[in-house]
Each structure stands twice: as structure tokens, then as C-alpha cells.
């Protein structure tokens, strides 16, 4: 039987189940038999839980496969957005189970490539899985994967002609200024080289204010930059727009 390659979603299956259980928890509190107030307490108690449940259960419908397929059409507005005669070096910074960067090397035939993620364990994707998702799409000449940390990137300056990034700066936890983790993957990138970046970069708690962190950007070298909020490039599900899913997405693409 032909093998197929393997792409979790961005939602962490621990995570949610984690909040379901926390649901169903204060959900028996309110058939206990403790005071009316206390069963009250929980039932109000759920209610976050459950709500918390059901957008984590819903997004991962959408980014599916089998549901709206979502993660996938994301990833194919970003590379639909690369403005490059495809010959020269790729980079992917959190490349997860591999998908962005697969894509990547099926759209340029004549790129080298390169993902580099920290694989953390509390997250389902795997070195390994990257590594078979290649060979069975029939990449896997093409495609180097590493283990590093996108706050220290493992690479010379000026090592690639296009960088690309998809939700996981945001995530990096080893630095806690994004600013910088944004200048070091620029640090790789060669002059006049295309990055094209996907984040919440629209949540000032993380990436402080917009116009400064462009401005940070452009003082550290980069020549042009757009920003584009993904809800305006793409129609997404009402509920992907909620704050905590992809209401902060931002897709900046820039140079050198
Ligand atoms: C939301 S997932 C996105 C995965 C992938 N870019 C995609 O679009 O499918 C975030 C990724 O960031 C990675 N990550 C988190 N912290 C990192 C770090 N310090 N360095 C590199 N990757 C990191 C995680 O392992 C995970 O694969």
C-alpha cells in the first residue's frame, strides 16, 4: 500500500485534552453531593473549559485535512507569495512536521533546502516524520532537516537566498525579545535574498508594537517589507478569526 505522508495540525492534541478534561471535571463537581453553591460554582467553573475545548476541537477540524484543510491553504498563499527564480537555498525556521518546506521543493525543483525546528516533546512533530514526509513525496534529496532553535540559528551570515516562517516565532521560548529572534533569522538571509514570515504579528503582548518592530527591521537592513493581515488575504471560518486561533495573523514579506 503507498504510503502518505503524515502533517499534524498546529493544535497540540495534549493541550486539548488537557482543557477537556478540566471541563468534565468541574462538569461531575456540579452532580457531587456538596452545597448547591459549590455545584453552581463549578458548572460556572466549566463554562471557559468547555468553551476553550470547543474552539481548540474546531480549529483542528479546519486545519485538517479532513476538515477545511486550512494549514495546508495557508501554506500554499505563503508560497504563492515568493517572488524568486527558485534557484539557491531555502530556509524553514520551526518547519514542524515539514509541510511549508515539502511544498517548497515541489514548486522549485532546482533548490537546496533546509528545516530547522527544536522538536520539543510537547509538540507532535518529529525530526524523523519530517524525514519520511520527504521521502515519500519525493523530496528527500533536496531536503536537510536539523535540530536547533531559532533563537541561535546553526548558520553563517548570508546563507540563504529565501527564509521562511510559519507560526513559530511567536513560540520560541529561548529568547524572550522577538525582535531579536526576527534579526537573527535576517542575519542568514543574503542581500537582496526574499523572507517571507507568517505570525501573530499583530499581538503587541508578543511582538509589541507594529510599526516599531518594522522599524527595528528596517534600521537591522531590511530594504522593502509589505504586511498583510491573513484575514485580508484569505476568507477564513469566523471562529479562526478569534484572538487566541489566527484573529493576530500577519503575513510580512520583505528583502534584504
Ligand atoms: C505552530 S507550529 C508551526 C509548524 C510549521 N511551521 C507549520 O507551519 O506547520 C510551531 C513550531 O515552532 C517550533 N518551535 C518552537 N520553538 C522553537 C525554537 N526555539 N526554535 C525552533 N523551532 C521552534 C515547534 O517545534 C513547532 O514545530
Known amino acids: 500500500m503507498k504510503k502518505t505522508a503524515k502533517y499534524q495540525t498546529w493544535i497540540r492534541i495534549y493541550k486539548l485534552l488537557i482543557f477537556l478534561i478540566i471541563s ?25 473549559f468547555f468553551y476553550i475545548t470547543f474552539i ?20 500554499d498563499l505563503m508560497v504563492a507569495k515568493v517572488n524568486w527564480d527558485g534557484e539557491g537555498k531555502i530556509l524553514d525556521i520551526g518547519t514542524g512536521s515539514g509541510a511549508l518546506i515539502i511544498k517548497l521543493a515541489k514548486t522549485f525543483p532546482k533548490s537546496c533546502l533546509t528545516g530547522i525546528d527544536y522538536w520539543g516533546g ?17 523530496v528527500y534529496n533536496r531536503i536537510e532537516f536539523i535540530k536547533a532553535s531559532a533563537a541561535v540559528l546553526p548558520f553563517k551570515d548570508a546563507e540563504f537566498d529565501l527564509l521562511v516562517s510559519c507560526l513559530t516565532f511567536h513560540e520560541v521560548k ?15 538571509l543574503k542581500p537582496s535574498g526574499e523572507f517571507i514570515f ?24 531590511i ?34
Open 24 to 48: 468534565l471535571l468541574f462538569l461531575l463537581g456540579t452532580l457531587l453531593p456538596i452545597s448547591f453553591f459549590l455545584r453552581i460554582l463549578s458548572g460556572i467553573l466549566a463554562l471557559p
Open 56 to 75: 481548540l476541537t474546531y480549529s483542528l477540524y479546519q486545519f485538517s485535512a479532513f476538515g477545511g484543510n486550512y494549514q495546508s491553504k495557508i501554506h
Open 122 to 138: 510537547n509538540w507532535e512533530y518529529s525530526k524523523a516524520q519530517c524525514q519520511q514526509n520527504a521521502e515519500i513525496e519525493g
Open 174 to 188: 529561548d529568547k524572550s525579545n522577538k525582535t531579536e529572534v526576527l534579526k537573527e533569522a535576517l542575519r542568514v
Open 198 to 221: 507568517l505570525d501573530l504579528f499583530a499581538d503587541e503582548k508578543i511582538f509589541g508594537d507594529q510599526k516599531k518592530l518594522l522599524n527595528d527591521l528596517r534600521k537591522n537592513g
Open 223 to 256: 530594504s522593502e517589507w509589505e504586511s498583510y493581515k491573513l484575514a485580508d488575504e484569505m476568507n477564513l471560518p469566523k471562529l479562526l478569526l478569534n484572538k487566541k486561533v489566527l484573529g493576530n495573523a500577519m503575513i510580512i514579506i520583505g528583502r534584504n
